[in-house]
């Protein structure tokens, strides 16, 4: 593999990599930035769903990472800079001291991924959260229990943004997903395509624990603070985690995460790791 050294922040081969803290490149030609050793190692596995543009290392840290570097594509570039010239160009101090431009893949159209799924499949389904980190603890949490794809509304955040993807784990870079719908229409798409379709909200007067697993379900959270539309609540099943007196809600990605952990089947993850 060919190192290309730059020792110009300036220098035109890393403009994408930039002042990637005021202008990630999410929503720009379908690139994002993905950071740190954990995220590129998820970048270039055979589980990405994305595939790498460029990138960008600390010089000091490229023998020792010969091994991640390996995997690297044929023709895919890969920069060493001094770690102070790596935080210039990056615009801040990059404790990580490594980066990469990716290409996002192809959003699935949302019937042709539900079609596709197996009878026995979780979708996670997320309305209105606009927090990246929010966004990227629920996909982490969807690939940790196994569930098959996370479905956003059209209300939520991207999130390929930086920070999300890295909250995340790298899950966001291989967890199929898709967003184009208003609630109310990926419901409709859910419910066609055989899904049960399970609500979490504060308000229920079911709890959680009476869900049994089995078939093709699909768990719905909202944003914290409004959650889930009134009419959505009362259209399909809704349950709840009992709380200790005093609170009545948590963060929505630890609600999913219990929630997942509720309805995921450990047999089918396990499965699915072998």
């Known amino acids: 593999m060919s190192i290309l050294t730059v020792e ?6 890393v403009a994408a990599f930039r002042d990637i803290r005021e202008r990630d490149l999410t929503g720009r030609q379908g690139l994002f930035v993905a950071e740190g050793e954990v995220v590129l190692n998820v970048l270039l596995s055979p589980q990405a769903l994305c595939r790498p543009k460029a990138v960008l290392m600390a010089a000091h840290r490229i023998e020792r990472r ?3 570097l390996a995997k690297v594509p044929a023709g895919v570039p890969v920069y060493a800079a001094s770690q102070a010239v790596l935080d210039r160009i990056a615009g801040f101090e990059l404790h990580r001291g490594m980066l990469a431009i990716g290409e996002k893949p192809d959003p699935p159209d949302v019937e042709t991924l539900l079609c596709q ?3 026995r ?6 309305s ?3 927090n990246h980190d929010n966004m990227g603890g629920l996909f982490r949490n969807a690939a940790a229990f196994g569930a098959t794809a996370v479905l956003r509304d059209d209300l939520c955040c991207d999130p390929f943004y930086r920070k999300s993807i890295r909250v995340s784990v790298g899950a966001v870079l ?3 997903t898709s967003a184009t719908s208003p609630l109310p229409t990926l419901i409709d798409k859910l419910e066609a395509a055989g899904f049960d379709v399970i609500a979490l909200s504060p308000s229920a007067d079911e709890p959680l624990s009476a869900v049994s697993r089995g078939g093709r379900q699909a768990l719905v959270v909202g944003s914290e603070g409004p959650g889930l539309p009134s009419d959505m609540l009362k259209r399909v099943r809704t349950v709840g985690i009992p709380m200790a007196r005093g609170f009545d809600s948590l963060n929505v990605a630890t609600s999913a995460g219990i929630g997942l952990y509720q309805i995921c089947d450990p047999a089918v993850i396990a499965n699915s790791r072998n």
């Open 8 to 13: 110009d922040p300036d220098d035109p081969r």
């Open 117 to 119: 799924l197996p009878e």
């Open 174 to 176: 291989r967890m199929p």
């Open 66 to 68: 010969a091994e991640l």
């Open 121 to 126: 499949a979780v979708v996670l389904v997320v």
């Open 128 to 130: 209105g959260v606009g």
